[in-house]
């Protein structure tokens, strides 16, 4: 598996570093990690082309990006210290965009993304790269504001196809840590969705995982979707959030990304990988 960390000067970035490397210690994969610095030559200063004034600006980039390398360095240690191979990489350019682009390029697995905490009134607002990439990108995301040890984990489960891959996109990376995995779906009652489907949901979910060798709890509950999940997350030691990018949507196109998918991403502090398919 090949996976694209970005990395930047925030805690959090280097946090998420650490935290993919911990998820795949025990499974075959690589890492990149990407510092994106900016384009100086791009820079616009008051609409006035102040030669001074850039020059102090790229110093200042320039010394930035030196010390995002040297953590992302000690950072790798870790990696290799799990025997997670990891290449630290500085590029420059638009952050979102060259990292979607690296993505594709590189045909990674996974994009991981360090998140900042931020007041529980405004609840967890996403920076403009990271909506941008969780928007646009065409393969999972993987969101993290806080390092954790990976002992339990909630897959939130609408029953979807997108859904189903997300289950046998996660297994194997699980395999070996043998964490508690809760599998839960949430009976829509803004949908009206019928407790046949909701049953059915929790049947499918949980057999998938077990031909994929996990033994799951399974949780059924009925009412809001985002509100049913994040209260449930709040309420218990979960480790890692799955969900299915297109899970709890209507449309059946795997590039259109739930609201509900991404309302719970902004209300936890939790990791939370994003599934999609890559197209």
Known sequence: MKVLVAVDRDLESRLALRYACHLLEHFDAEVDAIHV?????NIILEDFDIPFLKKDHKKKIDEQAKEVEAAISDACEICLEGKVPCEPRILVGDPAEVILQEARDKDVDLIVLG????SALREMLLGQVHTQIINHADRPVLIVRELRNITE?????SGSSCDESALNFISPMLLKRK???TLMHVRDTDDQESQEFADACVIKGESTLKKLKHLPQTKLAAGNVVEEVVREINLNPYDIVVLGAQGFGKSGRFNILSEKSLQIIRRTTRPVLLYRPKS
Do not use: T
């Open 179 to 181: 964490p508690k995995i």
């Open 153 to 157: 984990v909630l897959v939130a489960y």
């Open 115 to 118: 998140c900042q905490h931020s």
């Open 37 to 41: 610095k900016k384009d100086v030559g």
